[in-house]
């Protein structure tokens, strides 16, 4: 999937906080390596750099668009392409840090064992990734692509939920490591604009369906999406609209 970095950062204050509580989260005093994995256009790495500032931080992404961006921001780092399933570290960093990237990447149980041998003992794996699928703003996409034209072009691409309840990754994660903490927060988004959710979702979600349309289908599909989606999320008295979003975080000492 080719990304947009200007529309994933349209509403890049909402898109930043979660990273930020997961950052918040890591109680590591002096990492000297940190790993951005999934690292987009690199806005975190004022925050890595501000708190931490002697650590080596290195950005790993598949994105051309976004490392593009990501060098254009902070030509004097290190910015690697690359798909997590594929790549391996030379030696094992003292913080893995992952914000909103590996609900992309299947079969948890095989990867998330794997990430944590990329981590020194004592290190620590920070993760944060959407729980949102089962949101309105989700299944109006399956219900919009089963209902149009499109079906048979699109359903097969439907995936499965990609991220798993606490409970999965407490079992699965448990027996591999030191400490683990795990909790969920459900962001009251604030979004301003005439049926703003769509554009929220057309960043991340949304996308990889468009990107699969021609025009006019690819237009109208949209348009089909609008209006299905607005119900779930009318404008409050002031004409904002709250989205709720929730989000997994995980957080384990090795």
């Known amino acids: ?21 997961l950052l918040s989260a890591v109680a590591i005093e002096t990492p000297r390596t940190i790993l951005d994995l999934g690292c987009g256009t690199g806005n975190m790495l004022d925050f890595f750099a501000t708190r931490w500032p002697k650590a080596r931080i290195v950005g790993l992404d598949s994105s051309n668009e976004m490392l593009t961006k990501a060098h254009q921001e902070h030509p004097d780092h290190e910015w690697i392409k690359g798909d997590v399933c594929e790549w391996k570290p030379d030696e094992p960093f003292d913080l893995v840090y992952s ?22 003992p004592g290190g620590c794996l920070a993760i944060q990734m959407p729980r949102n699928f089962a949101a309105p703003s989700h299944t109006t996409v399956y219900k919009t692509i089963r209902e149009g034209a499109w079906r048979d072009r699109l359903e097969p691409m439907i995936p499965d939920e990609p991220t798993k309840p606490p409970t999965f990754y407490y079992d699965l994660l448990t027996p591999l490591v030191r400490s683990l903490d795990l909790w969920e927060t459900e962001y ?45 999320y009318p404008p409050q008295n002031d004409g904002k609209t709250l989205f709720p979003f929730r989000r997994l975080f995980i957080v384990a000492q090795v």
């Not at 200007?6 to 930020?20: C, E, N, S, V």
């Not at 992309?104 to 990867?111: K, S």
């Open 1 to 21: 999937m080719t990304w947009d970095p200007a529309q994933y950062l349209t509403f890049g204050g909402h898109r930043i906080r979660p990273a930020i509580d």
């Open 188 to 232: 009251q988004q604030i979004l301003e604009g005439k049926n703003p959710v769509p554009e929220y979702v057309k960043g991340s979600w949304l996308k990889p369906f468009l990107d699969a349309l021609e025009e006019p289908e690819k237009s109208n599909f949209e348009e089909a999406y609008k209006a299905n989606v607005l119900p779930h």
């Open 99 to 120: 914000n909103a990237v590996l609900h992309w990447v299947p079969r948890h149980d095989i990867l998330f064992p794997d990430l944590l041998t990329w981590v020194k």
